[in-house]
C-alpha cells in the first residue's frame, strides 16, 4: 500500500472509531460475530498475535491472557479505544509491514479479522507465516471477491483496494480457504473443522 494510500485509510479508521463498536453492536453483527468465534475460538491458544486488532473484538470473545497478547493495528483511534475497554493488553501501533520488520517473535495464533488482511501488501502474504510456530494455527478473514465496505469508503477507496488483493495468490500461499459471510477466510484450521458447504 502507498504511503497516500495508508494515510488515507488511517484516517478514515481513526474517525471510524469514534463510533465503530456502537455500529457493530447490532443484532446482526453480533450474530456474525458469534457464528465466527464458534468456528476460530477452538483454535486461539498460547502466543495471539491479532493483526488489525481494532477496538479489541478477539479480547471481547474469548479469554486470552494479557501476557499472551499482542494486537497490531495502524489506527490511533482504534487502539485508543481497545486499551479503554482492555487495560494492560499490548499494542502496537503500525502497520502489519511495518510491525514485521522489526518482530522476532513467533506466535501460536495469528489472527487477520473481518478484512484486516485485506489491506497487506499482497507480497507480504507469506510473511505472516513466519510469525507462525510450527504447530500453530493462522485465521486470515480477507474481503471476498466483489465485496468491499462501501459504508465508509469512496467508490475510489474501493477500486484502488480491489486492485491490492490477490486471491489467485491467496489460494497459493494459504492452506485451506472458506466464504464465510461477506469474506474470504484462509486458514490452516484442517478441514473438516470448517463450515460444510463453503468451502473452496
Known sequence: M??????????????????YDEHYSAKEFQEEDSALFKIVKPWIQGRVLD????????????DVSKENYLGVDPSHGMLQ?????????????????????????????????????SYFDKE???????????????FLMFYKPGYFPSHIYTPEDIEAAKARIDYDLINET?????????????TNIPKEFLPIGNRT
Open 2 to 19: 502507498s504511503g497516500s494510500e495508508q494515510d488515507r485509510v488511517q484516517a478514515i479508521y481513526d474517525e471510524f472509531a469514534k463510533t
Open 174 to 186: 494459504f492452506e485451506n480457504t472458506f466464504i464465510f459471510t461477506s469474506y474470504l477466510v484462509a
Open 124 to 138: 507480504d502474504y507469506k510473511e505472516v507465516l513466519e510469525a507462525l510456530n510450527p504447530k500453530g494455527h493462522y
Open 81 to 117: 479505544k481497545l486499551t479503554a475497554k482492555f487495560p494492560g493488553y499490548k499494542t502496537v501501533e503500525n502497520t502489519f509491514e511495518g510491525f514485521n520488520k522489526t518482530n522476532t517473535e513467533t506466535f501460536d495464533t495469528v489472527l487477520g479479522l473481518y478484512g484486516a488482511p
Open 51 to 62: 493483526l488489525g486488532c481494532g477496538t479489541g473484538l478477539t479480547l471481547s470473545y474469548t
